[in-house]
């Protein structure tokens, strides 16, 4: 089987697949096109792989790639020993991972000068080989012929002989895959705190004692952990128990079938459990610990990204007049209003708090501004001060003149905006406007248009991730690069009215291309059709045909600029179109006239039914916005911090963050608070993104309320839902190890700094499911 068939095989299985969609896909991909350009525009020639499916076909094939150019390698290295046979070439064709070849190249990769070499080069391979043919001899009395000069003792003889076997153990792959699986299943990672850094680590005192299963342990908990090793507040330990052990030493004693009393056997028993001791168990302690920061690193990358889209495609409140602003106490509030495409019109710096506590002014400044620029909406930033900011402009729209339409005011996350505010992007949009205010201006337009606005944020720095710093972060960009790429594709861009930073996430095009689109724009005015795209500098046909479909022309010379149609499409449109005998701008929106139509009567040679299907339905919602109808949370009267919670209080919030242990819902008191995965729902759930997802406005009820340390506990059960410490008590393992600390709420700072991770790892632990 040659490798690319082998490859397209094992991602088939991977993703629900057939060879012939993979390999289809895969050379595609090679030729330079995109994932949403092959999601949407190349569905006959994959079959119908989405883009789900391609994402995770693209990294696997990286990985996979990597694995044949290994396995490659390493037929040539042995094959230049000399030492290749058809039995060792069959062994490394079927290894089906990285671990599983270097297992079987362990005895031919070439390595230093070993104990076990020098005890060869002092001819003690024979007596190696003697005492495992004749158990019943005695090892010492077999050793004894091979003293000499170079090997003067009877213990130096053995000592030798066990360095010979133990090296053949360590090197035998059939013992390595056992021992694996077998940890796999019953080996325990645990913690122990290092004498004296009790205080130090205090964050992570549910730890100082702590064991569990290695295979179930959740990601969050296993990156907890790691951070802590890392800190050097723990000792971290992956082994069997004593019992597992003893069966570990088994289990390499069988290699040399060592099962009776003699001599010999029991020598060999005894080499078994050394090689086990100072050899494999240190080398699979480090193997474990590698798969489990893997798997948690891919576990958490993968909650980041479904968070950060999430984010991205939040309901936009729409091209509307919008204030900004930026609370803040002892710096004044920012404030920025901009039009409804996103021109800055206005600044000023409002100080309605202490020290300066000018109330009115601020109060006459927002009329102001809301008077001169028709403001239809408020957004406010949920940082510091954003209650009493929520307030103040409560207050304020009650004083505004007859006549003039109240706004309507929006908590929104602010999470990235000061990285916007200090980033050469908002230096190049803004030089003369002073860095804080930038961030004002950054917080209205999030309100307009989430995605818009975000897109010109490093996705790290939105701060929806899960130990995100303790992640492989070249993985981590890559992941929430397909992340934006995909979320920007779906929702279609204006290509008059985009800013380059958002250019520069469509399929086919980048940075230097969206400058040029940028620039041509700026030299020649607005776009009146797709085609123009081609006068653009550096644009030649290739990135054309990537980025069409995913650009939007309103009110063009062709009005199948303004669909998802691309232009390669638009004949196949133009039949449809006269099939139904109407002007294609009246047809366009008509769902009544289109859906008469017989799909399979517009499939030809080069467009199947996939596509005519997608045309179809494009035709009847032309340009439709995938993403959800604008809500907002209404956050209670009165409640407006910590301390005025209560047990038992209902409330509105917006989602935050969702992590793997549950939910962060912003109510409105400075923490979010947080609604564990046992109280989502009144049913057992596994992964809380099948309940929530970042954006979503949720009733809950306060469970649990922590003053000193700031922790909001929260339910969204009908029932009523249980306390945190109970729901825990009820889930912890018999004899286990008890949670301490109540559930816990991140705060306001947690998510500016990108990591939800970084307010301890008792949190997250706090939060345990079982």
């Not at 908990?221 to 090793?229: F, G, I, N, T, V």
């Not at 279609?492 to 980048?510: F, K, Q, R, Y």
């Not at 809950?700 to 059960?717: F, S």
């Not at 912890?732 to 700094?753: D, E, I, L, R, V």
Request: aromatic share 4%; proline share 5%; net charge neutral.
């Amino acid at each position: 089987m040659d490798t690319a068939t082998r490859i397209a095989r094992t991602i088939a299985a991977e993703i629900g697949a057939r060879p012939d969609q993979v390999s289809a896909a895969v050379g595609l991909l090679d030729e330079g096109a995109t994932v949403p350009f092959v999601a949407r525009y190349r569905k006959e020639v994959t079959g119908g792989l989405d883009d789900t499916q391609l994402r995770k076909l693209a990294d696997r094939l990286v990985y996979l790639r990597e694995m044949e150019a290994r396995r490659a390698a390493i037929l040539d290295s042995i094959r230049g020993q000399d030492k290749l046979t058809d039995d060792l070439a069959a062994q490394i064709a079927r290894a089906e991972t990285k671990a599983e070849l270097e297992d079987i190249y362990l005895p031919y990769k070439p390595k230093r000068r070993t104990k076990a070499m020098i005890a060869r080069e002092n001819g003690l391979a024979p007596l190696a080989e003697g005492i495992l043919a004749d158990r019943r001899a005695e090892p010492e009395a077999l050793a004894a012929g091979f003293v000499t000069e170079a090997v003067p003792t009877v213990k130096d003889a053995l000592t030798g002989a066990r360095d010979i076997l133990a090296e053949g153990l360590t090197e035998n792959a059939a013992l390595l895959g056992d021992l694996r699986a077998f940890l796999h299943r019953t080996a325990k990672v645990t913690a122990k705190v290092v004498a004296g850094q009790e205080e130090k680590g205090a964050k992570f005192s549910d730890y100082f004692e702590h064991s569990e299963d290695w295979a179930t342990i959740p990601s969050h908990r296993a990156l907890a952990l790691l951070r802590a090793s890392n800190e050097g507040v723990v000792t971290l330990d992956i082994q069997p128990d004593e019992a597992g052990a003893e069966r570990a030493v088994a289990m390499v004693a069988a290699v040399f079938d060592a099962r009776t009393q003699a001599p010999g056997d029991v020598w060999l028993r005894g080499v078994a459990g050394w090689t086990w001791r100072v050899k494999l168990s240190l080398s699979m302690m480090l193997d474990l610990m590698g798969e489990m920061r893997a798997k948690a690193q891919e576990e958490a990358i993968a909650v980041f990204s479904r968070n950060l889209k999430d984010l991205l495609l939040a309901a936009p409140a729409g091209a509307k007049a919008t204030l900004g602003l930026d609370p803040g106490i002892r710096t004044g509030v920012k404030a920025a209003v901009v039009d409804a495409t996103g021109k800055l019109l206005a600044t000023d710096t409002l100080y309605p708090f202490q020290p300066k506590n000018d109330l009115r002014g601020a109060q006459a400044a927002i009329i102001r501004l809301i008077a001169a620029h028709g403001v239809d909406l408020i957004a406010i930033g949920n940082g510091t001060a954003s209650r009493e900011t929520e307030k103040l402009v409560a207050e304020t729209l009650k004083l505004l003149p007859a006549g003039v339409r109240a706004p309507v005011k929006v908590v929104v996350s602010e999470a990235g905006a000061s990285v916007y505010s200090a980033s050469e992007l908002a230096a190049r949009e803004f030089p003369d406007l002073d860095v804080s205010l930038r961030g004002a201006v950054s917080i209205a337009r999030r309100l307009q248009d989430p995605l818009a606005e975000l897109v010109k944020i490093e996705p790290k720095s939105i701060g929806v991730g899960q130990y995100q710093h303790d992640v492989d972060q070249s993985k981590l960009g890559r992941a929430l690069e397909g992340v934006v790429e995909d979320a920007v594709n779906a929702v279609g861009v204006d290509l008059n009215t985009a800013s380059a930073p958002l250019l520069a996430h469509v399929s086919g095009l980048g940075p230097g291309l969206a400058e040029a689109i940028v620039a041509h724009r700026d030299a020649n005015g607005a776009f009146r059709s797709r085609k123009a795209l081609l006068k653009v500098a550096r644009l030649g046909p290739r990135a054309f045909e990537q980025c069409a479909g995913f650009l939007r022309i309103r009110d063009g010379d062709e009005p199948l600029d303004a669909s998802s149609v691309h232009p390669e499409a638009y004949d196949v449109a133009r039949r449809i179109v006269k099939a139904c005998g109407r002007d294609i701008r009246a047809l366009m929106g008509d769902g009544a006239a289109l859906k008469r139509l017989n799909p399979a009567d517009f499939v030809d040679a080069s467009f199947g039914l996939p596509t005519v299907r997608d045309i179809l339905a494009e035709l009847e919602k032309p340009g439709r916005d995938p993403r959800p109808s604008f809500v907002t949370a209404s956050f209670a009267d009165g409640i407006e911090d910590i301390k005025d919670l209560r047990p038992g209080m209902q409330l509105e919030g917006t989602v935050t963050n969702v992590a793997a242990f549950g939910a962060f819902v912003d109510i409105g008191v400075h923490q979010d608070g947080l609604v564990h995965v046992s109280q989502l729902a009144d049913r057992f759930v596994k992964d809380p993104h099948e309940v929530v997802k970042a954006g979503d406005v949720v009733k809950v009820r306060v469970t649990e309320v922590d003053i000193p340390r700031k922790r909001i506990g929260l339910t969204m059960r009908k029932d009523g839902g249980t306390s945190a410490r109970e729901d825990r008590a009820a889930r912890a393992p018999q004899g286990g190890p008890k949670p301490k600390g109540p559930m816990s709420s991140a705060p306001k700072s947690a998510p500016k700094g990108g990591d939800t991770g970084s307010f301890g790892a008792a949190l997250l632990d706090a939060m345990k499911r079982r």
